[in-house]
């Protein structure tokens, strides 16, 4: 029997549709209320966030009024309950500012917006509860927000490659938990500040590229691990304490050159090594049996010291490759390509760590020469693991010496070490003279660069021992390092580190079936080490010098794969020549060798970098004739997509990142331009390289 209410509303169908539909939203809202709604102020906060970003439309689900961002899950926002959590925003090309409401976002742990286009002053208040905060390349401008100082969990600050300018105040003083501080590449000044001490787990500080001035002591005593200070105008010694971290790069600064003076009279030394120990009662010192240890153990390095200085003394040093010697050690994988075998990795990357780590004097010489210290300092290195964290390169950073000596080699052991300079030991010939191959009964291998006698006829040029020494003082990771020279019977030769891998032009131009080409990424390294090397030359170097002879073939390669500019310093040689460059590299303007400047080596290195996109000979008379020359045919094509596509190395098989070859090809257009003047300084061109590689995840193979 149906209940008397069913009835009414069987008969009344409406009512029944009404109660359904009323049920239903009723469910609706039930449903709704339970969800994890976002808590207004953050919703208020990337409300002004997004219109203050210009309201990009790219940013999916964002508004400028209202809305539910974690609810609706709106780009780069993750939540906890109904709180956001984390902002990631990096590399969205995003415009404008970031608003003024970010110290409500209280439980924000990770904000990054890094590698957008971002302007304007970082705000005074950002979520005070980071511990993760990014905002590096970037266009921000101002000072560093002193609100930072409050903000005792962060463990992670990069404000790197922005514009920000002034002093930076003495805010450091809570933030304990700091590990990694970078504000390299901006334009801030004044001394570092005392409270930097309080830093007490800062492992990692970047501070190159700025106008600091001043001292470092403040950093003596923090547990650093990476520290990079290059280029700004620092003064005063380098903590000892300092020296032993495992990498170190102070290049750039007007550092006072002898002994630091010694400590204030009852001022301890700082030295981590010379801290002692203090027992549970507060009293220091050690027992008699404890100093007795001591003293045994002290002895007994000694005599290790002895007897492993007596071995070494009587094995002449070796300070080059032995290229027949081939070795079945353990193999490694080198950082820029997997190009080699990997057992003639493992044999050569274990020989040159420990070849480059003995003197660089030779036991072949007839006598040495002791030049004054560098004038030229090393310039900045930015950290990027893909191309910089490299053994090999840190090892020549670090370990410089800032006096050297200069081998001077007698005419009769050139003469024996290269077969009397036999056809057979030729590695190439240049317009300045040929280079030969030189190898000792020890397995030290050489390359001389024998200058032909014709560009000291007239008595124009300095003297020869002058100049190997100006050349000499050139000491960058990516220069080709001189180690001795000759002068006599009117013969004059310079003698460099041998690169069994010949040069780039050797790579790109005349690889046979069996080789595999540079990939992509080695491609751009190879780019950005030269660079480096002609940004030192034009902005580090003082005198600065002008290279003139920037060309593929001159880009020698080390077992990695790493870059080494050669013929640097060799100017007054150029001079002298009627023809500097090979066809294809000279910039218009230069109709003789006197009209080279920066900007012509600008020109000329973005001829390479050219060779590099395409795998093309800078003249290649062989190709039609609309495409003889390199820089005319590619030029109008660098900014079509599709025709920069079809221009890439047909080696690559298109395994390359499509937008880093865009990013590529921009900065080749720079560098190419007609007009001199509109050519960016090396330092640009550097800094537009850092950025490919930051941008186009370069980290990762393409596939």
């Known amino acids: 029997m149906v209940p008397p209410h069913f009835n009414f509303l069987i008969t009344r169908p409406w009512i029944l549709i009404f109660v359904i539909v009323l049920t239903l939203t009723s469910s609706t809202t039930t449903i709704t209320l339970v969800h994890s709604k976002t808590d207004g102020p953050d919703v208020s906060a990337l409300n002004v966030m997004y219109s203050s970003m210009n309201s990009p439309s790219k940013l999916g689900g964002w508004k400028s009024s209202g809305g539910d961002p974690c609810g609706d899950a709106w780009d780069g926002i993750e939540c906890k309950g109904s709180s956001v959590s984390e902002i990631k925003l990096s ?183 010379d801290k002692s ?72 990357q274990k020989d040159f760590r420990e070849l480059k ?77 040929r280079v030969y191959r030189a190898k000792y009964s020890d397995g030290q291998v050489f390359a001389v660069k024998k200058i032909d006698s014709s560009l000291f006829q007239g008595g124009q040029v300095e003297d020869f021992t002058e100049i190997a020494s100006n050349i000499a003082k050139l000491r960058h990771p990516n220069i080709a390092e001189l180690t001795g020279y000759c002068s006599e019977q009117g013969q004059n030769m310079l003698v460099y580190e041998y690169f069994r891998n010949g040069s780039l032009h050797e790579f790109l131009h005349l690889s046979d079936d069996f080789s595999k080409p540079l990939t992509w990424n080695t491609r751009v390294r190879i780019a950005l080490g030269t660079a480096r090397a002609a940004e030192y030359l034009h902005e580090v170097c003082s005198p600065s010098t002008v290279h003139k002879n920037i060309k593929s073939s001159n880009i020698l390669l080390d077992t990695e794969l790493n870059p080494h500019l050669s013929d640097c310093g060799m100017a007054t040689f150029h001079q002298r020549t009627s023809v500097n460059l090979g066809s294809g590299y000279n910039a218009p303007e230069c109709t003789k060798p006197s009209a080279y400047t920066m900007k012509s080596d600008v020109y000329s290195f973005g001829v390479v970098m050219l060779e590099l996109l395409t795998g093309r000979m800078p003249f290649d008379s062989s190709k039609p004739r609309l495409e003889q020359s390199l820089v005319r045919w590619a030029t109008p094509q660098l900014h079509d997509i599709d025709a920069l596509g079809k221009m890439v190395d047909p080696a690559l098989c298109g395994l390359y990142p499509p937008k880093s070859v865009s990013r590529f090809a921009d900065i080749i257009a720079l560098c190419v331009q007609l007009e001199p003047e509109f050519r960016p300084p090396m330092s640009e061109v550097v800094q537009a390289l850092v950025r490919v590689v930051q941008r186009s995840s370069m980290r990762e193979d393409p596939v």
Request: with cysteine.
């Open 277 to 348: 120990s203090s027992n549970g009662d507060g009293k220091s010192g050690l027992s008699g049996a404890a100093i007795s240890g001591i003293v045994m153990g002290i002895l007994l390095v000694i005599a290790i010291i002895i007897a492993l200085f007596s071995r070494r003394s009587s094995t002449p040093p070796s300070h080059f490759l032995d290229e027949d010697r081939v070795s079945q050690r353990r193999p490694f994988t080198p950082l820029a390509s997997q190009e080699l075998s990997n057992d003639m990795r493992s044999e050569i």
């Open 357 to 433: 780590s003995s003197d660089s004097s030779s036991s072949l010489t007839a006598k040495g020469l002791q030049t004054s210290p560098s004038i030229c300092l090393k310039p900045h290195s930015d950290r990027f693991n893909s191309f910089d964290d490299n053994e090999f390169v840190n090892h020549m950073n670090i370990k410089r010496s800032s006096s050297f000596r200069i081998t001077c080699y007698s005419l009769a052991d050139l003469q024996t070490s290269t077969g009397n300079f036999a056809t057979g030991r030729l590695l190439g010939e240049g317009t300045i003279g």
């Open 91 to 273: 590399g969205l090309e995003l415009t404008g500012s970031m608003g003024y409401q970010l110290s409500s976002l209280t439980s924000v742990t990770y904000f990054d917006l890094s590698q957008n286009n971002l302007k304007n002053d970082i705000p005074y208040q950002l979520p005070p509860n980071a511990d993760y905060i990014d905002l590096s390349e970037n266009s921000f401008t101002g000072g560093v927000p002193y609100s930072i100082s409050q903000m005792k969990d962060l463990k992670y600050l990069n404000l790197g490659h922005n514009q920000l300018n002034g002093q930076l105040s003495d805010m450091f003083g809570q933030l304990s938990k700091l590990t990694d501080l970078d504000l390299s590449f901006n334009k801030l000044s004044g001394n570092l500040p005392q409270s930097f001490k309080n830093l007490s787990s800062l492992t990692n500080l970047y501070l190159q590229n700025n106008q600091f001035t001043g001292s470092i002591n403040a950093l003596a005593d923090l547990p650093l691990d990476d520290l990079n200070v290059e280029n700004n105008k620092l003064t005063g010694w380098i903590p000892d304490e300092l020296k032993d971290i495992r990498n170190i790069q102070t290049g750039g600064n007007s550092w006072s050159s002898g002994p630091a003076p010694p400590p204030p009279p009852g001022q301890k030394s700082n030295s981590r090594s």
